[in-house]
Structures are given as C-alpha cells and as structure tokens.
C-alpha cells in the first residue's frame, strides 16, 4: 500500500470515526459513512481512470460498502469479523478454482513482476511450458493460502477488537482502532508474505527458463536484491504442499 492510499484508506477514516462520531459533532452514523465514503469513492475513481479490472480495488471496495451496511442497519457485530475473513477467503477459493481454467488468476500477478515477453520467449519446447504451467498453478496455491492466512487473522483480531453494538460511537472508535492495529500486525505479515511469493515466482521461473532473475523482474537487478532478501521464505514455499 502506498502513502496515498494508506492516507485515504486507513488514516483519514480513522481520524473520522475517533472524532467525528460524537453526537455533538457529526454523529455516529454520518461519522461512519463520511469514514466509509472517502475510500470507496477513491476506489471507484481510481478503477474509472485505469479502466481495468483490479481485484483488489474492486474487493477493497466492496468491503467498505459492507462495513457500512452493518453499521447503518446496526447488524449484529460478529459479521464484521465474518465479513473481514469471508472476502479473503473468498479470494483464496477463488484462486484455486482459476487453476482448473485456461487462465488462472495467478498469472495477473506473475505478468505483473515478471517480463513477460522475455520469459515467453525462453520457453521453448513442451516440457518447459508444462513445468512453467506447473509453476503457475502452484503460484496460485500458495497466493491463496497467504489470503486464507490473511482472512483467519482478521476474523481473530476483528473478533478481538470490536465488540461493541452497530450504530454505537463505540462500534466507530473500535473500527478506527482496528484499522491501526491491522498496520502493524496483518498488513505487515501479508505484505512480507506476497513479497516473498514473488521472489517464489521468479526463482521458480528462473530455474525453469534458464533466465538470470534480474533479467526476469521489473525492474531488473535493483529490485532483485531487495527480494533476494526474503529468499528463506520463498523456499520454505517449496517445501510444502502448497507449492
């Protein structure tokens, strides 16, 4: 997440809800949509300007849209954590599923650190193109237990955290609470997680290509040593199921 994101979607809501929710001021429901409001209408900005479909930005959407409804309709509290550990989950099977199809998801992510061209290129014969099929597919595996993992910590610390009544400016200060406490403890763990699957993928595709990974990265041999870092990770990876 970038600085501009991080402001509009995490600290310029939390400095809503903490504030704003009081009855002398906004007051807990238009504090909560005006908090809700911010990040959703960046979104659907941001997937009109690119006019392509982002996953992320679509579930990130949705998942306001949905922590609203709860609030506003004062809905019992426990579907929030439902709600935080459905959308990745939800993903997670999604993922798994795509292998079964000609194009499974996880290649929008792979296209997105890898030169596609050059290692379209280097894939000569069939035995290389099933293995990087392989490859692939076991990308996609362990994307989705990252998103499973990510969807069982939020369900336990979204569980943790809020507790109070919808429609309550508690229910609004515990939200803004959440959302800070994501930063340091899920956000972090994922983050180092899906930067360590790229390095997967591009070690995986290096070993089936015979491509140097800084040939095969964006960004060539700068962002090569930054994820050499988190190579322990990407090889724990293959050592299980999942890969």
């Known amino acids: ?8 979607n995490i600290f310029i ?6 504030g704003l929710s009081s009855e002398d001021r906004l007051g807990v429901v238009p504090a909560l949509l005006l908090a809700i409001g911010i990040p959703a209408v960046s979104g659907v900005v941001q997937l009109a300007r690119e006019r392509k479909t982002d996953a992320s930005a679509i579930l ?8 609203g409804v709860i609030g506003v309709f004062e809905l019992n509290t426990r579907l929030f954590a439902l709600k935080e550990a459905a959308i990745p989950i939800g993903f997670a ?3 798994i599923a795509s292998n079964a199809t000609k194009y499974p998801i996880s290649t929008l992510l792979i296209d997105m ?3 596609r061209d050059r290692v379209v290129a280097a894939l000569v014969d ?8 392989e490859h692939v597919e076991a990308t996609g595996r362990v994307w989705a237990g990252i998103m499973a993992l990510s969807g069982v910590l939020k369900w336990i610390l979204a569980s943790l955290v809020v507790t ?7 229910f609004n200060h515990e939200l803004a609470f959440y959302e800070l406490v994501q930063l340091p403890t899920t956000f972090t763990l994922t983050g180092v997680l899906i930067l360590s699957l790229i390095w997967y993928i591009v070690t995986g595709t290096a070993n089936i290509t015979g491509l140097e990974p800084g040939e095969i990265l964006r960004g060539g041999a700068r962002t090569e040593r930054v994820a050499r870092r988190l190579a322990p990770i990407a090889r724990f ?3 299980t199921p999942l890969g």
């Open 13 to 18: 809501p939390v400095i809503i809800l903490l």
């Open 164 to 170: 109070s009544p919808a429609g309550t400016e508690a």
């Open 113 to 115: 650190v890898q030169r």
């Open 93 to 95: 099977i999604v993922l």
């Open 60 to 67: 990130g959407i949705i998942s306001v849209l949905l922590t």
């Open 126 to 133: 069939d035995h290389q193109k099933r293995d990087y099929r």
């Open 1 to 8: 997440m970038n600085p501009v994101s991080a402001v509009i």
């Open 237 to 239: 990876y293959e050592r």
